[in-house]
């Protein structure tokens, strides 16, 4: 499955579309330690989480996650999102919480 | 390929583009034709490191050598030192301040990482003075 078609399915905010936003997606990780999420997020992964300050680019893209998406309806700062753009992260958002949105990327994928 | 050097300044007070150097050695050893597998060894323990010198040492430099053989990081700070460098390598060890553990740091990984992911690492550090960590990743697939 690629991000754009699991963006459809879980009708996903699209806050930047980043320029892995047409490619595979190869796994999930989810959590909000940045130092786990960097030694566990693999290349092609969804990452999850609700953390949502700078660094979560940095963790997305060293590990070359396919797309990271933030839980629970997380406000995002402004700055966030504008770096994202400058650097084409694919960062997407969603209301639902981590459980829910595991559950549905491990049927989907 | 032949050695190639690289030094990186690390901001202490800007957080907002903390491990922007892991990100521009990534670039560097991509573009050298690095496997994929070895850049990712690298740029976590770089990361870590990188982290690790803006949130408890104020900044500092890491100088980076490339050859054929191995990637060569060496990062030095002035910052307080680590008082008692095997507490400080345990798993879930951290004196990360709350602000710091907001933004999701302070899991008490960064150094236990940055051994896992290096086929060498050596900590020097003095209190007061400073800390500096060496580290090689192997490139020659042996
Ligand atoms: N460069 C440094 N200068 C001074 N102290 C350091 C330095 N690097 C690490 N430490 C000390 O070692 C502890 C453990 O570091 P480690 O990177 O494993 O965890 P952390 O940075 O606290 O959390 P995490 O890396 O998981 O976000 C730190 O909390 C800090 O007390
Ligand atoms: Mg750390």
């Known amino acids: ?109 | 390929m032949n050695s190639f050097k690289v030094q990186y300044t690390i901001d202490g007070e800007d957080f907002s583009v903390a491990g922007e150097a892991s990100r521009k050695l990534k670039k560097v050893l991509q573009s050298l034709g690095v496997d994929p597998q070895i850049i990712r060894k690298a740029t976590v323990a770089m990361y870590e490191g990188e982290i690790n010198m803006v949130i408890h040492a104020d900044g500092g430099v890491i100088d980076a050598e490339i050859t054929p053989e191995k990637i060569h990081l060496f990062l030095r700070d002035k910052g307080p030192g680590i008082p008692d460098i095997a507490l400080a390598m345990t798993e879930g060890f951290s004196t990360a301040s709350d602000n710091v553990r907001e933004l999701g740091f302070g899991a008490g990984m960064g150094l236990p990482n940055m051994e896992k992911y290096t086929d060498y690492m050596n900590i020097i550090t003095e209190i007061g003075v400073g800390t500096t960590i060496e580290m090689i990743v192997n490139t020659s697939l042996s």
């Open chain 1, 1 to 109: 499955m690629k991000v754009n078609e699991l963006v459809q399915k879980l009708e996903l905010e699209v806050l930047c579309e980043g320029e892995s936003f047409f490619s595979d997606i190869d796994g999930c990780f989810a959590g909000d330690l940045l130092s786990l999420a960097m030694s566990n997020v693999r290349a092609g992964n969804v990452w999850i989480t609700v953390q949502t300050n700078m660094n979560i680019l940095g963790i997305a893209s060293l590990t070359e996650a396919s797309c990271t998406i933030v839980a629970n309806g997380m406000n995002i700062p402004d700055a966030v999102i504008e770096k994202a753009k400058d650097e084409n992260i694919c960062l997407l958002r969603s209301e639902k919480g981590m459980y829910e949105l595991c559950l549905s990327v491990g049927e989907l994928i």
